[in-house]
């Protein structure tokens, strides 16, 4: 999972990039066309087919992304996505760039997009990638509530 704060028709938005290990497809009935399967489970779960990032897709009730703030083994920051029914969609640490919680914080929600955009080390590379494959029919998103977990005190 990728974080980061990218441009959409003005408004600086925190944004998480899904991005899988390794390709899976399934074939569709008819032609034989490939289907990446996250972005059909996404698609099956809520998510919208995105074209452009002029403005955030639509929320997806009862999604949920929870920020864990310093509680990693060396004190990374860990994010856990739960779907309905609390399925886990994504655990593991992320890197939050510089104002990803401000804006989090601000909008209460974050955009999560999946699809064949790849991993962007910076915001314009990635808000290019994330284009292109909105562009090519190959990009799904959705707005998911963010929270964090207090941090335990001594």
Known sequence: ????????????LP????????????????PGELTDIV?????????????????????LP?????????????????LMILAPDAERFFARTVDLP???????ARYGWAV????????RHDDKAAAKALRA??????LVGARIAIGTVPTART
């Open 112 to 119: 999560l997009y999946a699809g064949l955009a790849g991993r």
């Open 62 to 78: 009862e999604w949920v992304g929870v920020l864990m703030l310093g509680q990693g083994p060396a004190g990374e920051d860990g």
């Open 39 to 59: 972005t059909s489970h996404l698609l099956g779960r809520g998510s919208t087919l995105v074209s452009r990032l002029r403005q955030a897709p639509p929320q």
């Open 1 to 12: 999972m990728t974080a980061a704060v990218l441009d959409h028709g003005g408004a600086a």
């Open 98 to 104: 510089d104002g990803w919680l401000t804006q989090a």
């Open 15 to 30: 944004v998480l990039v899904a991005e899988t290990v390794s390709k899976a497809y399934i074939v569709n009935d008819g």
């Open 133 to 138: 494959a909105g562009q090519s029919g190959q």
